[in-house]
């Protein structure tokens, strides 16, 4: 069956830092989306996008957060200077009718 | 209370025993999904329920759905130890010129106990 997958699982990365999260959404699907779970609170929607450009974001997705299809398979998430509050599991999503979730990157700013 | 609130929060039962988890939203929606989540770990996609539908099963799941009530219940019978987890319904409001988000509850942590 076909899955979200989503690298690293872990990253560690000191304050300031730019970090780039990367996603292989599912192949025939057509709506991308970047969501947060900081450690003990509900997910969050960060943003989604869709042919080629971003649909809707969250007062969330600040200027430090940029998203990216680079090819016909990524999805990338950039945090440009990252916080401590940055902390959080990213999860990326992909859907035609349900969304599909990938199994996370934790993200660990020290 | 906020979009895709659960209840319970906790949820403690024995194995073979029926699990309910209810789950309210605010807006109109298009669809809403529940998903499991293990400790630490990704989100599975459980089920999805359209406005339009009313019940919907799959395996050992049972999803209702009441739109006018903004709410909506899974049930798993014959609950197993595999099952604990936490459940989260989110909510997939009725805008169609939007990218589809999803609202997520704070989840209900079920433990099943053998």
């Known amino acids: 069956e076909p899955e979200v997958t989503q690298t690293p699982s872990h990253q560690v990365t000191q304050m300031g830092q730019e970090v780039i999260l990367r996603c292989v959404p599912i192949?025939?699907?057509?709506?991308f989306y970047w969501y947060r779970q900081i450690l003990g609170q509900k997910v969050e929607f960060l943003v989604s996008?869709?042919?080629?450009?971003?649909?809707?974001k969250s007062e969330i997705f600040d200027d430090q957060f940029s998203v990216e299809r680079p090819d016909g398979s990524n999805f990338t998430l950039k945090i440009r200077s990252t916080k401590l509050e940055d902390s959080a599991m990213y999860f990326c999503?992909?859907?035609?009718?349900?969304?599909?979730f990938g199994p996370g990157t934790r993200l660990t700013v020290t | 209370s906020q979009q895709g609130e659960e209840d319970p929060q906790a949820l403690s039962i024995q194995e073979g025993e029926n699990a309910t988890m209810n789950c309210s939203y605010k807006?109109?929606?298009?669809?809403l999904q529940w998903y499991r989540q293990n400790s630490g770990r990704g989100l599975v996609h459980l089920i999805l329920?359209?406005?339009?539908?009313r019940e919907k099963h799959s395996g050992r799941l049972r999803v209702t759905l009441d739109t006018s009530k903004k709410s909506s219940s899974l049930l798993i019978t014959a609950s197993r130890a595999a099952d604990t987890a936490s459940y989260f319904c989110?909510?997939?409001?009725?805008?169609?010129?939007?990218?589809?988000?999803?609202?997520f509850g704070q989840g209900t942590e079920l433990s099943v106990k053998p």
């Open positions: 989110a909510s997939r409001a009725m805008i169609y010129n939007q990218g589809g988000k999803l609202i």
């Open positions: 807006t109109s929606i298009n669809n």
């Open positions: 329920i359209r406005s339009n539908e």
């Open positions: 996008f869709y042919n080629n450009e971003i649909s809707e």
């Open positions: 192949s025939n699907h057509l709506y």
């Open positions: 999503a992909s859907s035609v009718a349900g969304q599909y």
